[in-house]
């Protein structure tokens, strides 16, 4: 089946400009080319790419609060949302891709090259991270929320939020996670998907504990999947 939400209509929803649009077109390109040969994500899902990655990715890019500096996008995979970010945020945030797999930094790295990108990749799991502040930090497809939290709370400040796109499972997610934690949050509405939510969060800590004491993951990273 085509993708009958191509590159035009993700234009029209976002209000990129063309020099951005021609940059994504390169990416989703070497995406196409590299996926052929790596499986980077389901077959299935490129036939919907730019609905189901690219503009679910950029839905992100409004919530970052107009002063943030950094981002950090735990579990990369194939660049979504980090990659389309980085772009969407150019020249006004450094984005650090944080993945495990060695083939999807190398391929991160390329699609960076290829876009003029300028971002920061760390091969390495979320938990081997050095703990380092952060204004943002996204999540898509990356682990349960319980211990996604355990890894984001080591890049987050006082002032800094999670944005994580999160999908129908969110509900039981967030009951399992308060178990442990404390934070103040938003769910937003996906706009690509009618059974996602956008989970913003900030005021991150585990409960009986402050910040500083927190442990610095919530467990070992499960190894990538496509997404």
Avoid at 132 to 159: H, I, S, W
């Amino acid at each position: 089946m085509p993708d009958i939400f191509g590159p035009e209509a993700f234009a029209a929803k976002t209000g990129v400009s063309r020099e951005t649009l021609a940059r994504l077109k390169a990416y989703a390109g070497l995406l196409e080319d590299w996926n052929s040969r790596h499986n980077l994500v389901s077959r299935g899902s490129l036939e919907q790419m730019w609905q189901r990655h690219f503009w679910d990715s950029a839905q992100l890019a409004p919530l970052v609060p107009p002063d943030a500096k950094s981002l950090v996008d735990l579990g990369s995979g194939s660049g979504f949302p980090g990659i389309v970010l980085a772009e969407l945020l150019r020249d006004r945030v450094q984005v650090t891709l944080c993945e495990a797999t060695a083939k999807k930094c190398a391929f991160l790295q390329a699609a960076a090259d290829r876009m003029g990108l300028t971002v920061r990749i760390e091969n390495a799991r979320m938990e081997d991270l050095p703990p380092r502040m952060a204004d943002v930090v996204t999540a898509r497809a990356c682990a349960p929320l319980e211990k996604l939290l355990g890894y984001a709370q080591n890049f987050m400040g006082p002032n800094s939020v999670c944005l994580f796109l999160k999908g129908q499972n969110l509900g039981s997610e967030l009951t399992e996670a308060h178990k442990s934690w404390k934070m103040k949050l938003r769910q937003i509405p996906s706009l690509t998907d009618p059974s996602g939510v956008i989970l913003e969060l900030g005021e991150l800590s585990r409960h009986g504990r402050t910040s500083s004491q927190a442990p610095r993951s919530g467990g070992r990273q499960p190894k990538g999947r496509r997404r």
